[in-house]
Structure formats: structure tokens, C-alpha cells
């Protein structure tokens, strides 16, 4: 049985870091996403990993790094200097595939998804 757990989520000031953690089971190498929903908001795509490598937003691009133990089913998504438009919701999840390919941002191609951790930024 699949299932994705998040945590590492809190309340940052601005300019500061955290790192989100996501543990999966029931599958080593399929490609994994981190995306993030803030209130009102659709979900929106932050990065993802796997086989065809690392892709990421523009939003977070030199911000964020997204890896992977694979020894510990884990995926880390790092964040720093976080801004005051970064708080939301963060989930991570999971496709069926190892390749994230094109359609990588897309919510609905992914079909296992965590229950969320939130993080907050204050000014």
C-alpha cells in the first residue's frame, strides 16, 4: 500500500529556512512532487525528482532544492529564504511512473498524495 507522510513544516521569519521531509512507502524510485496550496489558491506545482532528474517553478528556482534518500524512501524539499508569498499548504506526491516528464506540474498526473504540512512566513 502507497502511502506518502509529510512533516517539517512551521513558522519561519522571512529570509529563513526550513526543510520538509516526505516519507513513502511501498515504492522506491517512482517520480515524487512537491506542491503547495495556499488559501483560495489552486494547488500549484513546486519541483519534482525523478529518473529525468530535478525540475523546479520558477517561483522557487535558486531558492529550493528537492533530493531523495532512497535508502530511507524519504524526499527532502529545502527551502530558504523563504518569502512572505511562500506560506501554504505543502503536499508531496507521488506518480505511478519513475518519469516525471513534461507533464510534471500537472496535479492530476500524479495519483498518491500526502495529507500536507503547513508552513508559514512572517515578515
Known amino acids: 500500500q502507497v502511502q506518502l507522510v509529510e512533516s517539517g513544516g512551521g513558522s519561519v521569519q522571512a529570509g529563513g529556512s526550513l526543510r520538509l521531509s516526505c516519507v513513502a512507502s511501498?515504492?522506491?524510485?517512482?517520480?515524487m512532487g512537491w506542491f503547495r496550496q495556499a488559501p483560495g489558491k489552486q494547488r500549484e506545482a513546486i519541483a519534482s525528482?525523478?529518473?529525468?532528474?530535478?525540475i523546479y517553478a520558477d517561483p522557487v528556482k535558486g531558492r529550493f532544492t528537492i533530493s531523495r534518500d532512497h535508502v530511507k524512501s524519504t524526499v527532502y524539499l529545502q527551502m530558504n529564504s523563504l518569502k512572505p508569498e511562500d506560506p501554504a499548504m505543502y503536499y508531496c506526491?507521488?506518480?505511478?511512473?519513475?518519469?516525471?516528464?513534461?507533464?510534471?506540474?500537472?496535479?492530476?498526473?500524479?495519483?498518491?498524495w500526502g495529507q500536507g504540512t503547513q508552513v508559514t512566513v512572517s515578515s
Open positions: 511501498g515504492f522506491t524510485y517512482n517520480c
Open positions: 506526491a507521488a506518480k505511478r511512473s519513475t518519469l516525471c516528464g513534461s507533464n510534471w506540474d500537472r496535479v492530476n498526473s500524479y495519483s498518491y
Open positions: 525528482i525523478g529518473s529525468d532528474g530535478q
